[in-house]
């Protein structure tokens, strides 16, 4: 959806549709719905329009059912106010952001709690071997008559 009239459409469904289930539609089974998003094919025939509902299951359930009777009020009056030839058909889709949101934080947590264990493991912690692991030079007696194995004669003669 890449052309700016078709989402200029989709921003105006996605406001007619939530002013719409505010204001106009008044069925009980209808839960704490957010409308949060709108996708419109490329010839606008085919909207899919994405919501939330504050609740367990069964209210999600409940409102599914609720927006798909309304569904042909919603879509006469997002014909009357945009005024356009052919209207889109309507579909409702529950958005799984919020789960998505839920699982995310729900790992993020773990995360830090293990690097809250990570870090409390840290503060007494010693370095294992020596303080210096690095090699140091080697570095000769000043005694010179010392033979090493690699040496040869003409080292020990000077």
Same mark, same amino acid.
């Given at each position: 959806? #890449?052309?700016?009239?078709?989402r200029?459409?989709?921003d105006?469904i ?7 289930? !505010?204001?106009?539609i008044?069925d009980p ?6 409308v ?6 490329? *010839?606008?025939?085919?909207? /899919?329009?994405?919501? #939330? ?6 209210e999600q359930?409940? #409102?599914?059912?609720a +927006? =798909?009777?309304?569904?042909? +009020? $919603?879509?006469?009056?997002v014909?009357?106010? $945009?005024g356009?030839?052919?209207?889109? /058909?309507?579909?409702?889709?529950l958005?799984?952001?919020? !789960?998505?949101?839920r699982? $995310?934080? !729900? ?7 293990? *690097?809250a264990?990570v870090?409390?493991a ?7 071997? =020596?303080?210096?692991?690095y090699k ?6 000043? *005694?010179d008559?010392v033979?090493?194995?690699?040496d040869?004669? !003409?080292? +020990?003669d000077?």
């Amino acid at each position: 959806m #890449t052309n700016p009239r078709v989402r200029k459409i989709a921003d105006r469904i996605q406001v007619i549709v939530a002013e719409m289930l !505010e204001r106009r539609i008044k069925d009980p089974r209808l839960g704490f719905v957010t409308v949060t998003d709108v996708r419109l094919t490329g *010839d606008s025939q085919n909207a /899919t329009i994405f919501y #939330t509902v504050l609740g367990d299951a069964e209210e999600q359930a409940s #409102t599914a059912a609720a +927006l =798909e009777s309304a569904r042909g +009020l $919603l879509r006469s009056e997002v014909g009357k106010q $945009l005024g356009m030839r052919q209207v889109p /058909t309507l579909a409702f889709q529950l958005d799984a952001i919020p !789960e998505s949101a839920r699982h $995310l934080d !729900e790992v993020l947590a773990k995360a830090r709690e293990a *690097d809250a264990a990570v870090a409390a493991a840290r503060a007494g912690a010693q370095p294992a071997g =020596e303080a210096d692991p690095y090699k140091k030079p080697r570095e000769i007696p000043a *005694d010179d008559d010392v033979e090493e194995p690699g040496d040869t004669e !003409e080292d +020990l003669d000077r």
